[in-house]
């Protein structure tokens, strides 16, 4: 975007990782709602569509803001006009420095992954977002404990309902086909010979994108398709090596067969985790899917930034930090401005890319001393994705975010073929949670947006039978 506004300036992208994420497929589904993908390429292809764009590959060192200047880890050092930090986040490990404790976020880890779950008879995963639900659905052949400290699944983007409503899928047998995944995948020359070392969450990988999983064969060691058991309302109380476990002349536990059933373990595993509920089970290793942190360590050192409770630079509604000339956009900021009633910040790909695209658009008006308006898309919280292969929308305050208990819920479930969950506040649609083909997420949008008194309609608003989007066209 800044190389479009300015097609006669250096632009300089200063990137760790050898290759650049680039969004494809774009597909602006509604006002706010777009879909897209995420694919890995070199970024000689970005400097060949853009002249002015120069892209540096070295680890920043650190910022010197009261000299516009950068230092990388390769020794140069850039001055700057105006400078956009977009060093997104990094996994937050239950533990640092384990060698069975794996954190996913990006395509290094997700690798490393698959390589150690080829080998493994029972894994545990502890987390209770997106990449958790994706990762536990995808694996076959493998014993999964999940672990997850809410009630209910996927509490990140849905209730309890959406979550009963996808359990079926969890533990059906035969799986669909899943569709071939179009992206081209780049890998880094030499990387794949040295043979990853197992924990290197310290080194920085590029963001997983929204289909992440596809084309990486997600298989254990055993004949079964599906085993996944879950442990609610709990979170990892400690860790135990192999040996401090036989130390402890404490029980480990088999995989759950039934609600009664609960045998010691004969096996010997190579680690064990121990959950605040008392129970203890043995696996090969585990999966940290526990949300991430920003990304701000390398820039906060002799700069005043202003941090957000959350621990990402704080943006005002301009995506400027605290400091001058210096702004943030996607995972590593906080925003700090007065958000919309339906809107609010979470750590994902669409937020990232609107925020990045905003943040230029702000960037080329303050160097041309322009005014600018808050972009539309921070109207409205929207969110496109898919979970166990059903496509899955989420909309405004789509989980009551905020709402106290001044708020109503309307679902109609179709056992097996939609979720519809609408939350009402004063007359007035605040959220909505879509899964399966609804076909409402138009017309749930421009209800939300223009926050029209529905009360008149009481129940029918999510009436089968009556065509809303034609009543409401």
Same mark, same amino acid.
């Given at each position: 975007k800044l190389a479009a506004e300015f097609p006669s300036e250096d632009i300089f992208l200063i990137t760790a990782s050898p290759v650049i994420k680039a969004v494809t497929n774009f597909k602006q589904v509604s006002k706010t709602l777009e879909e897209f993908d995420v694919e890995e390429q070199p970024s000689s292809l970005l400097e060949k569509q853009y002249p002015n764009i120069r892209v540096i590959q070295s680890g920043v060192k650190w910022l010197k803001s009261d000299e516009h200047k950068i230092y990388t880890e390769d020794g140069k050092e850039y001055i700057y006009e105006k400078l956009c930090l977009c060093a997104g986040a990094k996994p937050k490990l239950i533990v640092e420095g384990n060698p069975y404790v794996l954190g996913i976020r990006d395509t290094d880890s997700a690798q490393a992954f698959q390589k150690n779950l080829a080998q493994a008879e029972r894994i545990v995963v502890v987390g209770n977002g997106g990449i958790a639900l994706e990762l536990v659905y995808e694996i076959q052949g493998c014993e999964v404990i999940w672990a997850i400290k809410?009630?209910?699944?996927?509490?990140?983007?849905?209730?309890?309902?959406?979550?009963?409503?996808?359990?079926?899928?969890?533990?059906?047998?035969?799986?669909?086909?899943?569709?071939?995944?179009?992206?081209?995948?780049?890998? @880094?020359?030499?990387?794949?010979?040295?043979?990853?070392?197992?924990?290197?969450? &310290?080194?920085?990988?590029? !963001?997983? =994108?929204? #289909?992440?999983?596809?084309?990486?064969?997600?298989?254990?060691?055993?004949?079964?398709?599906?085993?996944?058991?879950?442990?609610?309302?709990?979170?990892?109380?400690?860790?135990?090596?192999?040996?401090?476990?036989?130390?402890?002349?404490?029980?480990?536990?088999?995989?759950?067969?039934?609600?009664?059933?609960?045998?010691?373990?004969?096996?010997?595993?190579?680690?064990?985790?121990?959950?605040?509920?008392?129970?203890?089970?043995?696996?090969?290793?585990? @999966?940290?899917?526990?949300?991430?942190?920003?990304?701000?360590?390398?820039?906060? &050192?002799?700069?005043?930034? !202003?941090? =957000?409770? #959350?621990?990402?630079?704080?943006?005002?509604?301009?995506?400027?930090?605290?400091?001058?000339?210096?702004?943030?956009?996607?995972d590593i900021c906080t925003a700090a401005w007065e958000p919309s009633p339906v809107w609010h910040q979470m750590r994902l790909w669409t937020q990232a890319r609107q925020m990045g695209w905003y943040a230029a658009k702000c960037m080329a008006a303050d160097a041309l001393g322009e005014s600018i308006d808050m972009d539309f898309s921070f109207e409205l919280f929207a969110h496109i994705t898919k979970f166990f292969n059903y496509k899955v929308v989420v909309l405004g305050r789509y989980n009551a975010q905020g709402l106290g208990s001044d708020h109503e819920l309307m679902l109609r479930c179709t056992k097996g073929h939609e979720y519809v969950k609408v939350v009402m506040q004063n007359g007035r649609m605040m959220g909505a949670v879509l899964i399966g083909e609804t076909d409402l997420e138009e017309t749930f949008e421009n209800l939300i947006l223009n926050q029209m008194d529905l009360s008149a309609y009481g129940e029918n608003l999510l009436n089968p039978d009556i065509d809303i989007e034609d009543y409401f066209d």
């Open positions: 809410d009630k209910a699944i996927g509490n990140t983007f849905f209730d309890a309902g959406a979550a009963e409503f996808l359990i079926p899928k969890l533990t059906a047998e035969s799986r669909e086909t899943p569709i071939e995944c179009k992206r081209t995948k780049y890998t @880094v020359e030499g990387s794949e010979e040295k043979g990853r070392p197992t924990a290197a969450s &310290d080194k920085l990988g590029s !963001a997983l =994108g929204p #289909d992440w999983h596809e084309g990486l064969h997600l298989k254990g060691t055993k004949e079964f398709s599906h085993k996944v058991h879950i442990e609610i309302l709990c979170e990892v109380k400690k860790i135990h090596l192999q040996q401090e476990f036989i130390q402890l002349q404490r029980t480990s536990l088999t995989f759950p067969k039934g609600e009664k059933n609960v045998e010691p373990d004969e096996v010997l595993w190579p680690v064990y985790v121990e959950l605040t509920n008392g129970k203890i089970y043995g696996c090969n290793f585990i @999966v940290s899917a526990t949300g991430v942190v920003p990304n701000v360590e390398p820039f906060l &050192d002799g700069n005043n930034f !202003a941090v =957000g409770e #959350d621990g990402g630079l704080k943006v005002d509604k301009h995506m400027h930090t605290s400091l001058p000339d210096v702004y943030a956009a996607g």
